[in-house]
């Protein structure tokens, strides 16, 4: 699963011109913006900004509404490994989609074993469905019960251990999940997809719902004949008769019930192939354009993928589906993946945010999470983990080291930023309300990374890269525990790694370190202190054990150094003739840790001036702008930090350079404005631009007339130039950094115009969200309750309405009526910027909170709501 957000729509060929007047001045630059015009839909919203809606002020006062008390504050409970008492060796679904009732008819018939006892009922998962009729292979009549999302059903005779039976559901309704009817047009849904993962399947078939039981699936769709359907496996028959279609799909090899898929609906599709292997790309036609550009990354990716696990794709076609209002990223059903259609990006989306990542993150887990998947939940991470390292590992073969450290360093600083307080745990971690409740933490995806990340380098490529090959290799069509990875390591270096994974996987925390050098001229040595300082909180080791890389830059050469560090404090002596340029602990950032130090500022300047690792030059960019702010060595980082925005390799030191810039005094506006217009990457640009905002906000407090004149200018050149989504409205920053809430009219003037999936539309709304302007909460409201509105602008504007809400009883209502929109993401948005408002006494907003817990099914919505009442 990969929860990321992405873009997208196709831009008009249609072209006007624009003028574009800030209002402070009749004299500032008439810009000509090659746009199309504003549809009916964006036009409205422009014409309730005229219309001066603005929201009242008045602050809630008490109320004679009782608080609800419906909130469950609950411990999260350790889940055991379920011993179920059956084992299912396959499913046969034969489901009718009724989109006009939203509504399923279906039969689903289980074969299947006893396991363990003497059966004389069964158990089975089904929820918010409704039970018809039960029988048995032979066609007999079963009683049942079916309550708390259970399904009892009575054999007509004992099942002892090993024997195989059948059973058959006859069922039907409205599912509450599990299947999502969407894409909505005129009143009815144009598609619809599942989504299992964690649990989930079972409200749309009966079923054993844990990742632990592996089965064959057959699934029969039925559904209007214009539609097409993806499954997990091959596509063995499709007829069409009088308004229906109806696909048989089946899968042979065996899988968990949450990745059993279904997605159907009114698609176009681009078909390739990989290697023979079909692949199927599909999306509605309003995306459809974009399927092949956006999803070019996939063959490659299952080359890549095929080549280091050693096991070529195992499925017998690969499909990649994007529908609308999909509650994450993207999901690795089987042979199937399901993305949001948000990952179909144009040229500037893609500059923006490039769906590789998410494509490659899918595909991944069709060896790590499908084909090998965790056996039960405390192991997610060995499904999130792989993909997310297996993502990096491809950014390495295709981009380069800098990219792939790059990623690595990111993942660290996410997964060290999660990992703190009350969220401090292991990796492996059987602790959780629901399941979903381990994902999204940094343990799981950027923890798990890393520490596969670490066990490369203390095993090295070879000895890693082959026990990749044997953990695949040997645990295949199974499910996988840590101890496996563990195993498969272990044979494949010789090394005993009970201690790496009880320290760095069932222990929690990571090492902080401080760390200090000195050069003692006479011995010839540099004296390295490395001391460990982390908290000793949660069961946090005092002391973490590993080996680190430590080299040392002199004149005449580099020497590398592997010291081994199992204390909390080392006093290392490491040999030099001569005074080192620099000693880098970590090298490379091989290790899951924090890491701060102090240098002098001549060995940060030759770090960010040629260290071939990237994250030194990010780290030692980071230190030469502390330093920009200390009058005395201005004039030392000044130089080395332009030059660095002009011509460092690494996109992302480049970024670091730009935001450092930012307190560097007029002489940056230039250099600056130089990236926003041109840098390779749009990351640069819209870092630059964040800098020069810096510049504006002076302009306007105390500049002249021609200096903002001169960053408006700059913000305009870059809006028109429309190199990415993200660079215009850091452009659209500028302007208001230089003219405060006069911008309104600028910002106002230029929501109109359109982007794929209304990204551009939510760069301005979080832009207008910053000014006072009065008028801001009327736009920003009408943009966030417009069902047809793309939900990356109405979730922005969502966001900026929250700004609001503090102080306005009315704009507070107005968030509280999004929970009941159908978009998951909005309403998910909506229920964390409510509950963030919980600070105060609000009696509506408890019960409106209080109410939408009891109704919501959405373990993200409830973790939120609980976290709200817990605090107040
Ligand atoms: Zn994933």
Redesign the pocket.
Known sequence: ??SRRKSMRPVSQRRLVRTIVPSDSARLLLVRLQFEPPTAMTARIVVAAHLLICLPGCVSGPADVAVADAVELTRAEPHAPVQASIDVQHYAIDIELRPAERAIAAVCTLRFHAQGRTLDQVSLDLAGLTVERVTDGAGAELGFVHADDELVVMLAEPLAPGDVAEIRVEYGGSPRKGLWFAGDAGGAPTHVFTQGECEDAHWWFPCVDEPGDRATTELCVTMPAHWTSVAAGELIESVTTAGTRRDRWRMPTPHPTYLTTLVAGAFEEHRTEWDGIPLRFLAPAQWAGRLESSLAATAAALEFLSEVTGRRYPYSKYSQACVQNFPFGGM?NISATTLAVEALSDERGRRDSDPTELVV??AA?QWF?DLLTCADWSHVWL??GF??YLTMLFAERTLGQDAFRTAVRDALDEYTAGDRGANRRPLVWSVYKDPLDLFFGGHT?QGGAVRLHHLRFVLGDEAFFRGLRIYVGENAGRGVVTDDLAAAMEEASGVNLGPFFEQWFYSPGYPEFETRWRYDAGRQRVLLSVNQVQALERGTPAAFSMPVLVEVKTATGTSSHRLAIDQRRHLFEIPSETEPEWVRFDKYGWIPCRHSTEKELSEWLAIAASDDDVNGRRDAVRALGAALADEGSRADVLAPLLSILAGDSSAAVRVAAAAELAQGGAGCIEPLAESARSDAAATVRVAALGSLEAFGRRAAVRGTRKQREALTAIANEVFEARFSWDTMGAAAGLVAAVYGDKAFEWIVGVITLESPNGELRANLAAQLARLDDPRVPGVLLDLALQESEPPLARIAAARGLARFARGSRRARDELTKLLSTANGKLRQETVQLLAALMDEEDPELTQALSAHYESSVSPRERRAIEASFAKR
Do not use: I, L, P
Request: proline letters at 0%.
């Open positions: 699963m990969h690795e993150h899918e887990h999470g499904n999130e993909a997310t995806y």
